[in-house]
């Protein structure tokens, strides 16, 4: 789910399946109007139809994959037209915010401006969650510069703007996944890419820092109330049990069940994994 003012930066390779087959790509859902573009059924269309359609398209794609059996885009074609079809069945009740009651709504920020469209996507992530959808993903700002974190200049009013649109809609999260029973078998990662130079840039600005940031994991098998690590006295570099982004990705599959050692695929003539040759898992955040 991106921003309602624009993609991240880089677009779709931010959701694409990587070096994984095409078919485990993720679906963009909108944050504004409808959450999935032809979602619904075309007028005069009944669900037999379309169900009959799809499977004529499945048995054409399927002949069509027999010729050509390495090519990996027609099996995703195919399961791609399946989950449209299990999507129109089950997404329209599941984005169906009105369901929820005006206590839930407010938990989440949907009645301030400031903070409901982050808000609304946090709420939808927590339904498509109960329907046991496995992975959602929420970008907070959109493109570069001042519309997102990225604060090159002016900082103090790009935080005064962005920390308020996700500050009660992620604490509404956390409390409804943990009243809800959910929250210990889900797993919250909240972080950016980089963190901000305590040096200053420009017209009161910071530039990017790499040495040292911050990133919050909640539920899933992690200790609550914790730090890990800390930087330096000037914010500059993680000095105290630095962790480097192979070692959070280490653990964020260990809470998942997953040996990331283990977990490889091949590709291009290589057994691939997401922390390459590193990482480790944190057994100190662990609950």
Request: glycine residues 10%.
């Amino acid at each position: 789910m991106w921003d309602h003012r624009g993609g991240p930066v880089g677009g779709a390779q931010n959701w694409t399946s990587g070096f994984l087959p095409a078919a485990y790509q993720g679906t963009p859902f909108r944050s504004q109007g409808e959450p999935v573009i032809d979602l619904r059924l075309p007028a005069g269309q009944t669900a037999e139809q379309q169900k009959k359609r799809l499977a004529l398209l499945a048995r054409l794609n399927a002949r069509h994959l027999e010729k050509n059996p390495a090519e990996a885009s027609l099996s995703a074609r195919i399961q791609s037209y399946e989950l449209a079809y299990r999507m129109q069945m089950s997404a329209p009740e599941a984005v169906d915010l009105d369901q929820e009651t005006a206590e839930t709504q407010t938990l989440y920020g949907l009645d301030r401006p400031i903070s409901s469209y982050f808000g609304r996507q946090c709420l939808l992530a927590r339904r498509l969650v109960e329907r046991g959808v496995r992975f959602v993903q929420i970008y907070s700002g959109g493109a570069d510069q001042q519309l997102s974190w990225d604060a090159h200049s002016s900082l103090r009013a790009n935080l005064e703007q962005h920390c308020p649109e996700i500050d009660q809609p992620v604490a509404g999260l956390i409390k409804d996944l943990e009243r809800r029973g959910l929250l210990d078998e889900t797993l919250i990662v909240w972080g950016g890419e980089f963190g901000r130079m305590p040096t200053n840039q420009g017209t009161i600005g910071r530039d990017h820092n790499p040495r040292g940031f911050t990133t919050f994991l909640a539920g899933g098998g992690v200790r609550g109330g914790m730090t890990y690590g800390a930087t330096d006295e000037f914010g500059y570099a993680a000095e105290q049990n630095p962790v480097s982004v192979h070692d959070l990705h280490a653990t964020c599959l260990h809470l998942l069940g997953m040996d990331h050692e283990q977990l490889t695929y091949h590709h291009r003539s290589r057994e691939m994994r997401l922390t390459d040759v590193a990482g480790k898992v944190l057994d100190d955040v662990l609950s």
